[in-house]
């Protein structure tokens, strides 16, 4: 199973960036998605999630209005909508899968690689 991100990059404060993760070696299609992100020093921490239909979306409060989440099924893809982005969101951004509903990061499955995300202020 392989869990491929891209998009992360270096943007201004309040500038936008687009992250995608496609899904690999099996299908998610029963099961939410989402990512995380580990801040440096800090323990990483739920940010978005998305159920297997699309239906329902889940993000932590710090980026409520400003992030969208959404998936491709057909595609097995996942993409994060970042908007309005603040230096407090430099971390590196990891897509998940698997356990990614209960916010645990010991609970999640399978994980991504990671890529960077940086927000110069």
């Known amino acids: 199973v392989q869990l491929q991100a891209s998009g992360g990059g270096l943007v201004q404060a309040g500038g936008s960036l687009r992250l995608s993760c496609a899904a690999s070696?099996?299908?998610?299609?029963?099961?939410?998605i989402g990512w995380f992100r580990q801040a440096p020093g800090k323990e990483r921490e739920f940010v978005a999630a998305?159920?297997?239909?699309?239906?329902?979306?889940y993000y932590t409060d710090s980026v409520k209005g400003r992030f969208t989440i959404s998936r491709d099924n057909a595609k097995n893809t996942v993409t994060l909508q970042m908007n309005s982005l603040k230096a407090e969101d430099t971390a590196v951004y990891y897509c998940?899968?698997?356990?990614?509903?209960?916010?645990?990061?010991?609970?999640?499955?399978?994980w991504g690689k990671g890529t960077q995300v940086t927000v110069s202020s």
């Open positions: 998940v899968a698997e356990g990614v509903l209960t916010r645990d990061p010991e609970h999640v499955a399978y």
């Open positions: 070696g099996r299908t998610f299609h029963n099961d939410a």
């Open positions: 998305i159920s297997w239909s699309g239906g329902s979306t």
